[in-house]
C-alpha cells in the first residue's frame, strides 16, 4: 500500500480515484461542501476530536462541530478556496472547541471547490 504524506500536493486527486482511501490516511480528513457541512470524516479525524463521524456527517463545521474555526485563518482559507474555486495551503491551529486545546497543522486542498473542500489534520 502507498504511504500517502500530510501535505501531499496530490492527495485530493488520490481520494478522487479511490475515495475509500480516506479510512487508510495516517492523519485526519473531512470533505465539507462550500455551504462547511461534513460531506466525509475519516476515523483519524474522530480519534484527534473525540467525535465519531455519525455525530458530524451534515452538520455545518463551523457552527456546529468547531464554532471555534470561526473568524480565524481556519475559516478565512475556506472562504477564500469557495470564493477564488480552489486553494492549497498548510497553517497551524488550535481546537478546543469540546475538547482540550489541541495544536494541530492543517492542510486545505482541493482542485474544484465546487467538489467539495478537503481538510487535512494532524496533531503536532
Known sequence: MEMVKFGSNDVANLLATDPERVERLPFGAMLLDQQGNVMRYNHVESGISGRS?????????FNDVAPCAKGHAFYKNFYKAVSEGQINTVFDYE???KMAPTKVRI?????????????????V
Open 95 to 97: 481546537f478546543d472547541y
Open 107 to 123: 492542510q486545505m486542498k482541493t482542485a474544484d471547490a465546487s467538489k467539495g473542500i478537503w481538510i487535512f489534520i494532524k496533531r
Open 53 to 61: 463521524a455519525d455525530e458530524v456527517m451534515g452538520k455545518n463545521f
